[in-house]
């Protein structure tokens, strides 16, 4: 992996945005936002750049909002952290996703994008995880975008819904075989502002009965099939193995302690048929 050999001023005349770079929707939001803060309290972390083949010329690897907001300040210099050398197009992207992670919420899509890209590259999405540091079961729901239908991943890429949520309301709209894609749009918009065992509830329902109008079922589920939460405290070993378990699902924290809690239930005869 590429290290970084020096820190040093560096004209933003001289540095060029690289195509690696994850963010590539509402980059320039907030901006303005940004270079007030930068005008009041400086540059708290460098941007990260590497030399390019031609002499004095730089690629932007992490860092472009702030280099954004240094050109809107009419900046002549930023500080950068030079790597030691050039890094290909995936190592960019890992850079700059995990660069990402720690300063402000990428789009949805951004994610789903270089997670796509770099689950096609590396096979896995442990391999994936491990590059990112993003957690295995929200890489697994990423990179099955691509299996929703147009409507679905049109709810994605405004927003509307999570990966996730899509994925669910698909599932549920698919009982029958064919996907009906009214029903669908109509099972996300519903599960998108319940929990995570709500929406599961909600599939497991239509599962059942696959013949059941989608209103009876969503009203079920936020009615007469409401979901008691409860605030459980863990030690740390707990915590992580809980964690690894989630990642090997794929599934959330909280769905996996459900599905824990039923399952010792279960073993136990506690229970109950609903």
Request: net charge negative.
């Amino acid at each position: 992996m590429a290290r970084i050999k020096e820190v040093r001023e560096i004209p933003l005349a001289d540095i060029e945005i690289g195509k690696a770079q994850v963010r590539l929707r509402d980059v320039a939001k907030d901006i303005d936002q940004l270079a007030d803060s930068i005008q009041k309290v400086g540059l708290l972390e460098p941007i990260v750049v590497a030399e390019t083949e031609k002499p004095g010329r730089f690629e932007l690897i992490t860092g472009q909002r702030r280099f954004l907001a240094y050109q809107e300040l009419k900046k002549a210099t930023i500080l950068a952290a030079v790597l030691d050398e050039r890094v290909d197009e995936t190592t960019a992207k890992v850079l700059s996703v995990t660069e990402n992670l720690v300063r402000r919420d990428l789009n949805q899509k951004d994610l789903i994008d270089v997670c796509t890209s770099l689950y096609y590259k590396y096979g896995s999405v442990r391999a994936v995880a491990e590059e990112t540091g993003l957690p295995q079961h929200e890489i697994s729901q990423y990179v099955k975008y691509p299996q929703l239908i147009p409507e679905l991943r049109a709810m994605v890429d405004k927003g509307e819904v999570k990966v996730e949520t899509a994925l669910r309301a698909q599932k549920a709209a698919s009982v029958k075989g064919k996907t009906d894609a009214a029903e669908a749009i109509q099972f996300a918009k519903e599960m998108a502002p319940v929990s995570g065992a709500q929406q599961k509830k909600i599939v497991e329902a239509r599962e059942e009965k696959p013949d059941r109008p989608v209103d009876e079922i969503i009203e079920e589920a936020k009615t007469g099939g409401k979901v008691t939460q409860i605030l459980v405290t863990l030690t740390s070993n707990v915590h992580r193995s809980l964690r690894r378990y989630s990642d090997q699902e794929g599934t959330s924290i909280d769905d996996a302690a459900r599905m824990l809690i039923e399952s010792g239930l279960s073993e136990k005869g506690f229970m109950e048929e609903e």
